[in-house]
């Protein structure tokens, strides 16, 4: 089974910006679509925002314009580039691959990071 370990989360102030990292076990490249999804104390997992094997990107209205999904297959490595954060950013922030990306949503066989927190103060 895939391993993914994300980093990068952190505190910011809103207005912020923090690039998270997801490196996975496996080839990038191969995955018809990676995630990054969030949950926040007390509220049901989003998606965020999905990247396809073509590297077409899908992103949660809340965060277009904002957030920036990206891979390098190099690194088999996946990011998620957050500017401009809110308070309602705030959660924990999972990787996933071998999701859905239309709409993004988790798939029987999708695997998941164990997390990396954001939190982002007024």
């Known amino acids: 089974q895939v391993q993914l370990v994300e980093s990068g989360g952190g505190s910011v102030q809103t207005g912020g910006s923090l690039r998270l990292s997801c490196k996975t076990s496996?080839?990038?490249?191969?995955?018809?679509?990676a995630a990054w999804f969030r949950q926040a104390p007390g509220k049901e997992r989003e998606a965020v925002a999905a990247?396809?094997?073509?590297?077409?990107?899908h992103y949660a209205d809340s965060v277009k314009g904002r957030f920036t999904i990206s891979k390098d297959n190099a690194k088999n490595t996946l990011y998620l580039q957050m500017n401009s954060l809110k308070p309602e950013d705030a959660g924990m922030y999972y990787c996933?691959?071998?999701?859905?990306?239309?709409?993004?949503?988790?798939?029987?066989?999708?695997?998941w990071g164990q997390g990396t927190q954001v939190t982002v103060s007024s």
């Open positions: 990247i396809d094997g073509t590297d077409t990107t």
């Open positions: 496996g080839y990038v490249y191969t995955y018809r679509c």
């Open positions: 996933a691959v071998d999701t859905a990306c239309i709409p993004i949503k988790a798939l029987p066989l999708t695997s």
